[in-house]
């Protein structure tokens, strides 16, 4: 079955950047939808951005439009996301997760829609 494996968490500084990957074993994840989480101590789940299996459509949550961007990198079969400006609460630890789509051009941040997920990766914005 699907196992997917996030990596690229660490600490930064507020202001700075980092990218997350999100990997698929022994399937391609240009198979299915990719959608990233966030959880943070003390607070239930929030979705963040996805990309449709096709990758022609993305979403994101308002609190990280224009500062996060998701793409895929075809040639190394992974989903990255990438955080810039990031701010304090951007803090949590951030969750890879996969569904299989019926339409390929679109994808959802809808988290039970999501049947597959990641083990998780810190990220960590303070000074």
């Known amino acids: 079955q699907l196992q997917l494996v996030e990596s690229g968490g660490a600490l930064v500084q507020p202001g700075g950047s980092l990218r997350l990957s999100c990997a698929a074993a022994?399937?391609?994840?240009?198979?299915?939808?990719i959608g990233w989480f966030r959880q943070a101590p003390g607070k239930e789940r929030e979705a963040v951005s996805c990309i449709s299996s096709s990758g022609s459509g993305t979403e994101y949550a308002d609190s990280v439009k224009g500062r996060f961007t998701i793409s895929r990198d075809n040639r190394n079969g992974t989903v990255n996301l990438e955080l810039n400006r990031l701010k304090s609460e951007d803090t949590a630890i951030y969750y890879c997760?996969?569904?299989?789509?019926?339409?390929?051009?679109?994808?959802?941040?809808?988290?039970?829609?999501?049947?597959?997920w990641g083990q998780g990766t810190q990220v960590t914005v303070s000074s």
């Open positions: 022994g399937f391609t994840v240009n198979n299915f939808a």
């Open positions: 997760a996969a569904y299989t789509p019926k339409v390929r051009a679109v994808c959802h941040i809808v988290a039970n829609m999501y049947s597959h």
